[in-house]
């Protein structure tokens, strides 16, 4: 059973700008060539469980089925959940590593542990795992430095003004086409199939 988390809150309406610097901010978060045709748009908080389902089971389908083969490219942006004590600190970590090349490395090593970093708190040890010595000192240093602490809060106002009330949620666009696709799962990915290659065609 998938344990999709809703969110109730209403959004808040950020700037032009900030959803702007959030936008570049989310390049260093980007799975793919920018140059494919179709964007995909992923919303999730790393201490949700239906994101661990779609980060280990569906985004590797989406990365064979359309990432590798050109056709699609994908944006990480975090949206912590205040209901989760841990996903705001495992997204500042995340969005730390990456400034060093190791966005990926980090949110499967936060995914792949989740149960246990969500049960002690201790979100670091997780991260460092997947961090080479001189790798784990930038990020620590990182993780505390005001902008990556802004990138964070500026993908959330941006989940926010969409709006995104659950996690995981995609949005699928080619040019001025945008949809949104809430709740990624096995059991609906042949629809999500189905309307990414709507957009290809």
Not at 22 to 33: L, Q
Not at 37 to 43: D, G, H, S
Not at 101 to 123: C, H, I, M, P
């Amino acid at each position: 059973m998938v344990d999709y988390v809703q969110v109730t809150l209403e959004p808040q309406g950020p700037s032009r700008e900030k959803d702007t610097t959030a936008a570049a901010s989310a390049v260093a978060k980007t799975i793919g060539n920018p140059g494919a045709p179709v964007c995909i748009e992923l919303f999730s908080d790393f201490q949700c469980p239906a994101c661990k389902i779609f980060h280990e089971i569906i985004l590797p389908m989406i990365l064979t089925d359309y990432v590798i083969t050109g056709k699609a490219y994908i944006v990480n942006h975090e949206f912590p959940l205040n209901m989760h004590a841990y996903s705001r600190v495992a997204a500042n970590y995340a969005t730390a590593a990456a400034q060093v090349g190791k966005y990926q490395t980090v949110a499967d090593a936060l995914f792949r542990n989740q149960q246990e970093w969500g049960t002690s708190g201790k979100v670091w040890d997780t991260v460092a795992s997947a961090l080479t010595p001189a790798e784990q000192q930038k990020v620590q240093a990182l993780a505390q430095d005001p902008a990556i602490l802004s990138q964070v809060q500026q993908d959330f106002d941006l989940g926010m003004a969409q709006p995104v009330r659950q996690t995981p949620t995609l949005f699928v666009s080619r040019g001025a086409k945008r949809y949104a696709f809430p709740g990624p799962a096995q059991d609906n990915y042949t629809i999500l199939k189905s309307l990414i290659d709507q957009l290809l065609k």
